[in-house]
């Protein structure tokens, strides 16, 4: 990467010359407030629009011409992101500053009087704090479930047998079932009268079984059908790991003599730490937005409401948008803390390894 | 460069990775497992070809055939094809005349939108993947963490002002505008597994390959992409996946005309005030499982090869 040598030099910053992001960038600022006050929002909406992509192409030739690879080689991906979840995000945590509800026109700030609300508030906040401690059940739950079972089943496969691909597809497949299909299907497994688990335990006991008429089996409901769906997720992740390990290594492993447990902790795991990782975090994130399993399965009764699950009523039902984004903002503040946390623990024990 | 993966290859690294061989007792236990896990599927499989009046009976019938007297008659039902006809074609009222139901377009919408946004997303997030690893700039780590967190919010956040978005530009109802939110949705994903994969990479054949005068594009596309085919293939099976089954956008952001199949699957279900009609629910889930599942089916080789991963241990 010594290459990165510097090959032309900065323009000036008045030129009109087609890599001068800088000029592009103040002239699009003052273009954004000019049509912003003067034009309909239509029209300047089109004209901002303009300037962006004036920006985003100068910025490109600039990177170009000084061998900026990493910038070039990122801005496709960064400008999709950018306008598709970013600028949406950040109107969002706008509009949580402010009392907005979709179903009516008027909009006044009230800086933080939503977050207020949502915290401490009487009703709104006991609500709000039951579904948080919810979710976070359900987070550890469904991750240790999905981590444990989805390790389990990548070490059976590891290995070269026969049949091997007809049978890891077989395992693969609740993955790609819709989520409509399997939750409407589990409500009917676990279904009292007509569903197979209360017609295998009735003949068992004697007596009709009821699955979901407490928090404890709503609960083992739930998280049995999540863990059900996305431990292949797991599984994947983790064999692709297991299957990169070198032959050689273990062979050497072999000639020393070295015990299964050690070989697994000094060779195996290296290999899959990054990947576990990438599936503890992605798992743990998705675990946080569980709604679509609770709506189907028991629609929040027996308090098994989650909080993303509480957040679509909010600002989907109620209309109460700004206070919809206020949660959601603290859901993200949670999150990141809890990512950072897994980072800093990844990086820590890579470093001491 | 040939010299140096010829020598790699000589002292056994390239083609010794892999697995172990374990024989047809594996295949047993692993069959069992593998069987249990699959059941809940089996079972919708079966309920698309039974008849709609046995589909909630007590016990539940579970076997297309007696299994040659294996199974007590009372688990076995009789199939039929004649619901995924009506996926097709049904009476919407009770007693008119079949109707069609539009599925075939549906059908269509959702192969063209996941594959043209997962085919987009593999495209701009390995190139953005391959500079994080091999150019950092400056905040690389934030960079990808801000990336990162546009997984991380509920998407009924984003939704209010995506949908004000669309409507001003004229996106709203068209595919351009769905398929440019999926891609941004599979992006997150793309771009972090593609770098754990690129950053597991020996440096030696690339830098080997740079002395003997390779231009960076001829190293990303002659040494890098074909180490990393494997994760290429994971990573468009996983985002496959997720944008195949994608609810709430899908419900909120298409048209009449762009609508995929799990919100027409809701609504062809839970219309008409009748109950779930298990039968026909079945059907679709079965005729939309086909596709993603012969993907992956195909996709499993490249998944599992795992050769030219991890040529050099560093």
């Given at each position: ?155 059976i496969f590891a290995k070269q047998f026969p049949l091997r691909r007809y049978l890891l597809i077989l395992v693969l497949t ?61 599984m994947l992740?983790?064999l692709?790991?297991?299957v ?110 | ?18 697995v172990?061989?374990a024989?047809?007792?594996r295949t047993?236990?692993v069959a069992?497992?593998s ?195 494997a994760?290429?293939a994971?990573?468009?099976v ?55 599942f012969v993907v992956t089916f195909f996709l499993q080789n490249h998944l599992l090869r795992g ?8």
């Open positions: 990467m010594s290459s990165l040598a510097v090959t032309a030099s900065r323009p000036p910053f008045i030129s009109l010359s087609l890599d001068n992001w800088r000029f592009a960038l103040v002239a699009g600022i003052i273009a954004l407030i000019v049509s912003v006050t003067l034009f309909p929002a239509d029209v300047s909406f089109w004209i901002v629009g303009v300037f962006a992509v004036l920006l985003a192409m100068s910025s490109v030739i600039n990177a170009y011409r000084r061998q900026y690879y990493g910038g070039l080689l990122v801005a496709p991906a960064i400008a999709v992101l950018f306008v598709m979840n970013i600028f949406p995000l950040l109107w969002s945590l706008g509009l949580s500053f402010f009392a907005y509800q979709s179903s009516q026109q008027t909009i006044r700030f009230v800086g933080l009087a939503n977050y207020i609300k949502v915290l401490t508030n009487d009703l709104a906040a006991t609500a709000n704090w039951n579904a948080l401690i919810n979710t976070a059940m359900f987070v550890v739950l469904t991750v240790a479930a999905q981590m444990i079972i989805g390790f389990l089943l990548a070490m609740p993955m790609m079932l819709s989520v409509v299909a399997s939750g409407v299907f589990f409500t009917y497994y676990f279904d009292p009268t007509f569903g197979i688990l209360s017609y295998v335990i009735g003949n068992i006991t004697g007596e009709q079984f009821i699955l979901m008429d407490n928090k404890a089996g709503a609960v083992a409901g739930i998280v049995f059908a999540d863990a059900w769906m996305w431990s292949p997720f797991v992740l983790v692709a790991g297991l990169s390990v070198p032959k050689y290594l273990y062979e050497a492993a072999a000639i020393d003599r070295v015990s299964a447990w050690r070989r697994f902790w000094t060779i195996t795991f290296p290999y899959i730490r990054g990947l576990l990782m990438l599936a503890l975090l992605f798992r743990t994130i998705e675990a946080f937005k569980l709604a679509d399993m609770v709506i189907l399965l028991t629609k929040g009764g027996n308090d098994t409401m989650t909080i993303s699950y509480h957040l679509i009523r909010i600002a989907n039902e109620q209309n109460k948008t700004s206070e919809g984004a206020a949660i959601s903002y603290l859901m993200l503040f949670m999150v990141i803390v809890l990512t950072n946390l897994y980072l800093y623990l990844a990086n820590r024990r890579q470093q001491g390894a | 460069m040939a010299n140096t993966i010829s020598i790699l290859e000589k002292l056994g690294f390239r083609k010794a990775s892999g172990d061989e024989g047809w007792g047993l236990f069992a497992v069987l249990i896990y699959f059941l809940p599927v089996l079972f919708i499989i079966f309920t698309a070809f039974k008849p709609q009046a046995s589909a909630l009976s007590v016990p539940p019938t579970l076997s297309p055939t007696s299994l040659f007297g294996l199974i007590p008659d009372q688990f076995v039902f009789s199939p039929t094809l004649e619901n995924f006809g009506s996926v097709f074609e049904r009476s919407m009222t009770s007693g008119g005349a079949p109707e069609p139901t539009g599925f075939d377009r549906y059908f269509f919408n959702s192969i063209m939108i996941a594959s043209m946004s997962v085919l987009l997303a593999l495209i701009i997030g390995t190139l953005a993947a391959f500079g994080f690893s091999r150019y950092p700039l400056k905040g690389n780590d934030t960079y990808l963490f801000i990336i990162l967190t546009t997984r991380m919010l509920p998407a009924i956040v984003v939704i209010i002002p995506v949908i004000l978005m669309f409507r001003v530009v004229g996106l709203s109802g068209s595919y351009i505008g769905i398929i440019m939110l999926y891609t941004a949705f599979n992006l997150a994903f793309t771009i972090w597994m593609m770098k754990s994969f690129f950053d597991e990479l020996s440096l030696d054949v690339e830098d080997a390959a740079r002395i003997d005068g390779s231009t960076g594009l001829r190293v990303f596309f002659k040494i890098c992409l074909p180490q990393v085919v994760g290429l994971a990573t468009f996983f985002g496959l996946i997720l944008t195949w089954n994608e609810f709430l956008f899908a419900l909120l952001l298409s048209g009449p005309d762009t609508r995929t199949v799990p919100v027409a699957m809701n609504q062809a279900v839970s219309s008409g005030g009748r109950g779930t009609d298990w039968t026909l629910l079945a059907a679709i889930e079965t005729l939309f499982l086909i596709p993603v050769v030219t991963f991890g040529t050099v241990k560093r």
